[in-house]
């Protein structure tokens, strides 16, 4: 089955840092999420993104389909940022999501 | 608020035990994926139903068995508990094949 790698594994940053978290996956792909899960365990969607560009506020993400990688840029952080930010993949039909291992970032005032 | 609800959201029970968890997805989507999330496997994809129908299994144990109602609500039983099922149980729900929503999870405890 498709391979979903995410790097790096955890971050950590200074208030007002800027990052880029990787998304790499083996196989085409019909549907790409990001997420954020916070520390209570919710799963936040950010981007549906299957390819192209996408931006929300200090969020943006961009997918390069045919060269199987997703990027998520956040700039300017804030504490509230901190969290696990998962990549699912969807590849093969009926929309199952693939996760990835997550990034585990950590924003400190 | 993603619009999937979940009950419990916290549940405790012993080893041996069966449970139910209960799912209601967003006013409008046909598809609930339920999910399962430990420390050791990351999140997981369990199964999946559109309308009422199993479409797509994924890595669900036998002891586990899900189903969804006419009334596009779905629940998943969790039998003979052992403590390795402890975990978060996540419902998703989508429209064919697009953005998928997450509830707030139940956590399950085995004890």
């Known amino acids: 089955g498709i391979q979903v790698e995410q790097s790096p594994p955890d971050l950590i940053l200074q208030e007002g840092a800027n990052s880029t978290l990787r998304c790499n996956f083996s196989?085409?792909?019909?549907?790409l999420q990001w997420f954020h899960q916070n520390p209570w365990g919710q799963l936040i969607n950010l981007f549906y993104?299957?390819?192209g560009t996408k931006q929300n506020g200090r969020l943006s993400a961009t997918t390069v389909a045919t060269e199987r990688y997703s990027l998520l840029y956040i700039s300017s952080s804030q504490t509230t940022d901190s969290g696990v930010y998962f990549c699912?993949?969807?590849?093969?039909?009926?929309?199952?999501?693939?996760f990835g291992a997550g990034t585990r970032l950590a924003v400190h005032p | 608020d993603s619009g999937v609800t979940q009950t419990p959201k916290h549940l405790i029970t012993a080893t041996g035990q069966r449970v139910t968890l209960r799912c209601s997805p967003r006013s409008g989507d046909l598809s609930v994926y339920w999910y399962q999330q430990s420390l050791d496997q990351g999140l997981q994809f369990l199964i999946q139903y559109y309308n009422g129908e199993e479409r797509a299994k994924g890595n669900i144990l036998e002891r586990f068995s899900a189903q969804q109602f006419p009334d596009l609500h779905s629940e998943l039983n969790l039998s003979s508990l052992e403590l390795g099922d402890s975990a978060l149980y996540f419902c998703?729900?989508?429209?064919?094949?697009?953005?998928?929503?997450f509830g707030q999870g139940t956590r399950l405890t085995v004890v």
């Open positions: 196989d085409s792909v019909n549907n």
């Open positions: 699912a993949v969807e590849s093969g039909g009926y929309n199952k999501l693939i």
């Open positions: 993104i299957p390819s």
């Open positions: 998703a729900s989508s429209q064919q094949n697009t953005e998928a929503f």
